[in-house]
T-cell receptor, first 110, second 114 residues
Framework: AQRVTQPEKLLSVFKGAPVELKCNYSYSGSPELFWYVQYSRQRLQLLLRHISRESIKGFTADLNKGETSFHLKKPFAQEEDSAMYYCALSGSSNTGKLIFGQGTTLQVKP | DAGVTQSPTHLIKTRGQQVTLRCSPKSGHDTVSWYQQALGQGPQFIFQYYEEEERQRGNFPDRFSGHQFPNYSSELNVNALLLGDSALYLC?????????????FGNGTRLTVT
């Protein structure tokens, strides 16, 4: 079964601390993995995708096929990083069908 | 560029009624996908439209149907509403001529079924 699991509903850290939002997936083929973010009162938007191998707003994520994970990391959290983060999987190219995890709320305290 | 626009923003319906939600894709996008997001959950894929046809469908009953118009805008229709249909309905658009195009989401329509 295709599934995305985000084990933490809430992650609370202090400003300047490292952040790791966990994402594990279950998929039999070669998926594309994404992180989407929703800031307060804003729409859901793409943060990064594994095929781009970019660092966006200081966040990075490495696809580990052996562990079927795509954890999101940032070395030093900022208060403006506080948001809801969703890990998502796409099973084939050129598709609007994403499988989302349940989301993790990141709270960065001053 | 207004991005993806959805209407209405909020809607209250009674069980058994029918509802139509509307979506205009981002300029330059021809593919529209619909998602249902229940409280505390991630979005769940309902279906995708391009070239005015349903191309992919998630695990939703036939009470959920849609339509895409020649201008790429789309409607989501839900018949015989159940209390469990209460959710945020998200529309997302993308261009079809790119590999694994990232989706652009609208702000959603909050549907409450009483």
């Amino acid at each position: 079964a295709q599934r995305v699991t985000q084990p933490e509903k809430l992650l609370s850290v202090f400003k300047g601390a490292p952040v790791e939002l966990k994402c594990n997936y279950s998929y039999s083929g070669s998926p594309e993995l994404f992180w989407y973010v929703q800031y307060s009162r804003q729409r859901l938007q793409l943060l990064l995708r594994h095929i781009s191998r970019e660092s966006i707003k200081g966040f990075t994520a490495d696809l580990n096929k052996g562990e079927t994970s795509f954890h999101l990391k940032k070395p030093f959290a900022q208060e403006e990083d506080s948001a809801m983060y969703y890990c998502a999987l796409s099973g084939s190219s050129n598709t609007g069908k994403l499988i989302f995890g349940q989301g993790t709320t990141l709270q960065v305290k001053p | 560029d207004a991005g993806v626009t959805q209407s209405p923003t909020h809607l209250i319906k009674t069980r058994g009624q029918q509802v139509t939600l509307r979506c205009s894709p981002k300029s330059g996008h021809d593919t529209v996908s619909w998602y249902q997001q229940a409280l505390g959950q991630g979005p769940q894929f309902i279906f995708q439209y391009y070239e005015e046809e349903e191309r992919q469908r998630g695990n939703f009953p036939d009470r959920f149907s849609g339509h895409q118009f020649p201008n790429y805008s789309s409607e989501l229709n839900v018949n015989a509403l159940l209390l469990g249909d209460s959710a945020l309905y998200l529309c997302a658009s993308s261009p079809r001529d790119r590999d694994v195009s990232p989706l652009h989401f609208g702000n959603g329509t909050r549907l409450t079924v009483t």
